[in-house]
């Protein structure tokens, strides 16, 4: 019968935040995803600049909803940090609590955004300023909606205890794009709604 090796050691952890693989793939990620935003936002101000009448078309949006609602979307990123933080502390509770309050204020920008889609006066197909407004907000909503299932997943394991303050990096990933999410809504909610009133 063959010997059987146990290891005096614990076995190694994989390399985890920014030295792990996983981080670099999401940061190339973000970078390409980022940059089909800059292209969508760059055309926006490229028909603003050409634009022979008032812009927007439709009048100036009002910001008030729009601005409650990124409130929302920043405070969703702060709690995700938190739940992150407590992780990295080796608390599996506060992971999946913070997770838990991330997903529901996540949902709830989500709704109100698709509220404001619905009373909006135009529509993709009333001019380019309509077109543009619904591809943008769409695609950020898309990526809302692919952050919101991996915090669900996220939640999911971290209930199960699969993560501890040694081995968490699916966590620091899934903030990572969370963040980005974050940040990319300031971009589209500075552009279509506080740029016009700048004239």
């Given at each position: 019968?063959?010997?059987?090796?146990?290891?005096?050691?614990?076995?190694?952890?994989?390399?985890?935040?920014?030295?792990?693989?996983?981080?670099?793939?999401?940061?190339?990620?973000?970078?390409?995803?980022?940059?089909?935003?800059?292209y969508?936002?760059?055309?926006?101000?490229?028909?603003?600049?050409?634009?022979?009448?008032?812009?927007?078309?439709?009048?100036?949006?009002?910001?008030?909803?729009?601005?409650?609602?990124?409130?929302?979307?920043?405070?969703?990123s702060?709690?995700?940090?938190?739940?992150?933080?407590?992780?990295?502390?080796?608390?599996?509770?506060?992971?999946?609590?913070?997770?838990?309050?991330?997903?529901?204020?996540?949902?709830?920008?989500?709704?109100?955004?698709?509220?404001?889609?619905?009373?909006?006066?135009?529509?993709?197909?009333?001019n380019?300023?309509?077109?543009?407004?619904?591809?943008?907000?769409?695609?950020?909503?898309?990526?809302?909606?692919?952050?919101?299932?991996?915090?669900?997943?996220?939640?999911?394991?971290?209930?199960?205890?699969r993560?501890?303050?040694?081995?968490?990096?699916?966590?620091?990933?899934?903030?990572?794009?969370?963040?980005?999410?974050?940040?990319?809504?300031?971009f589209?909610?500075?552009?279509?709604?506080?740029s016009?009133?700048?004239?």
């Amino acid at each position: 019968m063959a010997d059987v090796l146990v290891p005096r050691e614990p076995v190694p952890v994989a390399p985890q935040g920014r030295r792990a693989s996983a981080w670099y793939g999401m940061i190339f990620l973000v970078a390409t995803e980022a940059a089909l935003f800059i292209y969508l936002l760059f055309s926006y101000f490229f028909l603003a600049s050409q634009a022979p009448n008032h812009w927007p078309p439709s009048g100036v949006p009002d910001p008030l909803v729009a601005g409650i609602d990124t409130l929302i979307l920043l405070a969703s990123s702060g709690t995700a940090w938190w739940a992150q933080r407590g992780i990295q502390l080796g608390s599996s509770i506060r992971l999946a609590a913070g997770l838990c309050v991330t997903i529901l204020l996540g949902l709830v920008f989500a709704g109100v955004q698709g509220w404001e889609w619905a009373h909006k006066t135009f529509t993709p197909a009333t001019n380019a300023y309509g077109s543009l407004y619904f591809t943008t907000t769409g695609l950020h909503i898309a990526h809302v909606a692919i952050g919101l299932i991996i915090l669900a997943f996220l939640a999911v394991w971290a209930a199960m205890g699969r993560f501890t303050a040694r081995r968490h990096l699916h966590v620091v990933v899934g903030v990572l794009y969370w963040h980005f999410v974050d940040v990319v809504w300031i971009f589209v909610f500075s552009t279509f709604y506080l740029s016009p009133r700048l004239g």
